[in-house]
């Protein structure tokens, strides 16, 4: 929508500190710019873009050049002419085709979903006594339950940690329902679908010996912080609080994933995970597209993750033999009394 096209502009002028007197009206050079990183994958090395600690994932092509119709009309609606011409918009579309076709080229499998199995193993192996593990094992918990992306539970570095971007210790709260049951709220200063300066929560509730309420307990415990201290945090052995490390918390659960014969990389999606598991349960469709904060419940999303309940649903649906045949004068496939085939 244009209103989508006009929100991811201003982002993309804020990240990279574009002012105000320069966005209105806009250079080809910054429009040309904005469309490219618009449909850029940032996991493509020979892009070389820029670390950035906002949730992000690009559009297709067409959907960049729609921003841009969008970019226009908000120009012409405030009194100013068209920002591109016929020959400029040629020059970005031929750089986003080019870009499609590095993308094609780049292009990499959904990663598979964590499932129960891996997450049992992962509680199994961390020691939930130690600052570092305790803090990995309530990341997993809450990115799986909660259906979170990894990068709302970890930051890109240490000096990345901005608590009006990233959940601090403040940004948990334990309460009750109207059912008298325990739940976590954790309130996402910033997400993928928020608005900018807008929160979204998401909740947590009791899951057995996986619980992860347990888990935000267990780290409180054994690494106390202060509330405007990251909410995912450890101690290094000086006692300094740190935020943890996307790659950091990475490494560790690939180590323990492929030590358990999971593979040879990380790659896992808690969130995917989490819905599957939810689904797999039966749980409303509707429910797990709100508690999971998605728009829709995208056709890919349903694949994914009937993936790996399948067999749930559709296996040995084929009676056996004597089934197929009960009441029936002969079995399948045997030669019908009284003919003879010799």
Known sequence: ??????????????????????????????????????????????????????????????????????????????????????????????????????????????????????????????????????????MAACAFFGMMRFGEVSVLSRAKFNPSQHLTRGNAIFDQDLRGCPYARLDLPAAKTAKPGESQSVFLNEQGSLCPLAALRNMAKVTPAAASDPLFSWRDPAGTPRPMVKARAIARINSILTAWGWGTHFGHSFRIGGASFYLSQKVDPEVVRIAGRWKSLAYQLYIRAFEQIASQHLANTVPTPEAATEGVGRAAGSQPQGVSYG
């Open 1 to 138: 929508s244009y209103g989508s096209g006009l929100r991811k502009f201003h982002i993309f002028c804020d990240i990279f500190s574009i002012p105000e007197k320069e966005r209105l009206p806009a250079s080809f050079a910054l429009l040309h710019s904005f469309a490219l990183w618009a449909a850029s994958d940032p996991e493509i090395p020979e892009l070389n873009l820029p670390p950035t600690s906002i949730p992000f994932e690009p559009v297709a092509p067409p959907v960049a050049r729609k921003y841009l119709a969008a970019i226009r009309a908000w120009h012409i609606t405030q009194g100013w002419p068209p920002p591109l011409d016929d020959s400029q918009l040629e020059r970005i579309n031929w750089s986003l085709r080019g870009l499609e076709n590095l993308n094609t080229h780049h292009r990499h499998p959904p990663h598979p979903p964590i499932t129960i199995a891996m997450l049992t193993a992962l509680k199994n192996t961390l020691s939930l006594d130690d600052p570092f593990d305790a803090c990995i094992w309530a």
